[in-house]
């Protein structure tokens, strides 16, 4: 890595730190013993003609350019894009950056690169979200990478078929954001000291279901070589015909014709087609109970042209190396922050109906107890989280190693709410969030020493992965009849098939129509 140091502006003692890249330099700072570039751009801004089109190569430019603050997030409601007290990111639909994060004293060699792609259920989300800022993983001997890509409508809603004779609308932009992201990685990471060759995407949630989706697209391939799918979310490929008909009316609740559908949909404002994709959910929820996720990536048959679990059954997927895996109480966030999760009986068994009456029995008698409010929550995490880990192991271990995980680890202040090891909580470890005051605040000061450890453990093996494929000692492959399982606890272990009886019971379920 070529860098120049020097002083920042304003009398500031932070220092600056630039990098010539193939596109133009970039400006970015040293802090914390990690060199940052923010908001570097990827892509040409997706506004104009360009606006729900294919991302286009960022255009270089001459002189320097300012990365030492976060530019935009992708347009989403105000409260998604809190990063802390009285510090609200704005939105711009022109929003497609990375944010790269390097050791400070460069290595001889190039290091691996962790590439992060953050969740939200395709609806909200942003590289600048503080627990994503990468600098521990950088310093323990990576180049980590995190990128924006567009959300909701004017991304993660497949509008192509709205087409007409004067307007082009194109589909999976989302997931081609982070292509031509990961393309970009490919081009430049070796200026800052990156290995383009050994790249490791991983992510959590929407994020890890987008890292699902990366392993069966064809336009993906050789840009990346290991996987990390961290609680990755079931149901959320979206059939084609099932797209166009949400389009359909996503225009018509625009105030469309069929004749101006296109036309409307590329006028309106980012507040309007927000609007409509809450009313067009509202309507899916009530109108359509089992009906698939409105947005999401399509299966349109050419850029992806099969579900991600489809095509690692039938090795058609990137053969690349996984960890994949969930956490313990993955649905308890959904009863106490987040409650967008259908828990009560009627909306389980309105998703339930969709394997027929075969696979409702024999998924509700693997939850004793049912339908008591315990046994429908754990269901809700295992249909909407674990199951498409456990189908994902269960499909790709044929063709390359795979690494399941389960994370139990929990700090006081999570089980003293009730909520254990739930959703998104790994990503605590994954970060290193314990090792400052957060951890005492979780875990207080004699637990605080737990949450460290388990961190350690977590960002040591996420490592070794990422340097070699093989996420250190003591954690044997997935593959039947084993099937073991790297549970992350207070005592780490592993186990042989621990949750076999429910997994078993989820076989040949899809909550994608």
Not at 87 to 92: D, I, K, L, N, T
Not at 305 to 325: D, K, S
Request: one cysteine or more; proline letters at 7%.
């Amino acid at each position: 890595m070529t860098a120049i140091l020097t002083p920042m502006a304003s009398g500031s003692k932070t220092p600056t730190v630039r990098v010539t890249t193939p596109n133009g330099t970039v400006e970015g700072f040293v802090r914390g013993g990690v060199r940052r570039f923010r908001s570097i751009p990827y892509a040409r801004p997706p506004i104009g003609l360009l606006r729900l089109r294919a991302p286009q190569p960022v255009l270089p430019w001459d002189g320097v350019r300012d990365c030492t603050e976060f530019g935009a997030a992708a347009p989403q409601r105000r409260r998604y894009r809190v990063l802390g007290p009285g510090r609200v990111q704005r939105a711009s639909e022109d929003c497609l950056t990375v944010n790269v994060v390097t050791p400070d004293r460069p290595s001889n060699d190039p290091l691996p690169v962790m590439f992060f792609i953050y969740g939200g259920g395709y609806l909200l989300g942003s590289s600048a979200t503080p627990l994503y800022d990468g600098a521990s993983l950088a310093r323990r001997g990576c180049v980590y990478v995190s990128v924006n890509y567009r959300v909701g409508a004017l991304g993660a809603m497949d509008l192509s078929s709205l087409s007409d004779r004067d307007h082009t609308i194109d589909g999976n932009l989302f997931l081609r954001d982070v292509v031509l992201a990961l393309q970009w990685v490919r081009e430049n990471i070796r200026t800052f000291g990156g290995d383009p060759g050994n790249v490791t995407i991983f992510g959590e949630s929407a994020g890890a279901h987008c890292v699902e989706t990366l392993m069966a697209t064809p336009a993906a391939a050789g840009l990346f070589h290991r996987a990390i799918c961290q609680s990755t979310a079931s149901g959320m490929a979206v059939p084609a015909e099932s797209a166009a008909l949400y389009a359909q009316k996503f225009a018509e609740i625009l105030g469309a014709t069929t004749e101006s559908a296109a036309d409307t949909v590329l006028r309106a404002t980012p507040a309007e087609l927000g609007a409509a994709l809450d009313a067009l959910i509202a309507d899916i929820v009530t109108n359509m109970p089992g009906g698939s996720f409105a947005i999401g990536p399509c299966i349109d048959g050419h850029y992806l042209p099969r579900h991600p679990i489809e095509a690692m059954e039938h090795g058609e997927a990137h053969r690349v190396p996984l960890i994949v895996g969930h956490n313990a109480d993955e649905a308890k966030l959904f009863t106490r922050v987040l409650k967008m999760m259908p828990l009560s009986e009627s909306a389980l068994e309105g998703m339930l109906t969709r394997g027929g009456p075969g696979h409702r029995d024999r998924i509700v008698a693997a939850y004793p107890g049912y339908p008591e409010r315990s046994a429908r929550v754990k269901l809700a995490g295992d249909m909407n989280f674990s199951t498409a880990a456990w189908q994902m192991a269960e499909a790709h271990h044929r063709y390359a190693p795979v690494y399941f995980y389960r994370y139990d680890y929990a700090p006081g202040a999570l089980r003293m709410a009730g909520m254990g090891a739930t959703h998104a909580t790994e990503l605590l470890a994954v970060f290193d969030s314990y090792r400052g005051a957060m951890g005492t605040m979780m875990a207080g000061a004699i637990g605080r020493r737990d949450a460290v450890r388990v961190s350690n453990d977590v960002q040591r093996r996420w490592l070794a992965f990422a340097r070699s494929g093989i996420p250190g000692d003591g954690w044997p492959t997935y593959e039947p009849p084993d099937r073991a399982v790297m549970v992350f606890d207070h005592a780490t272990r592993v186990e042989l098939d621990p949750e076999a009886t429910r997994r078993a019971a989820w076989e040949g379920f899809s909550l994608t129509l």
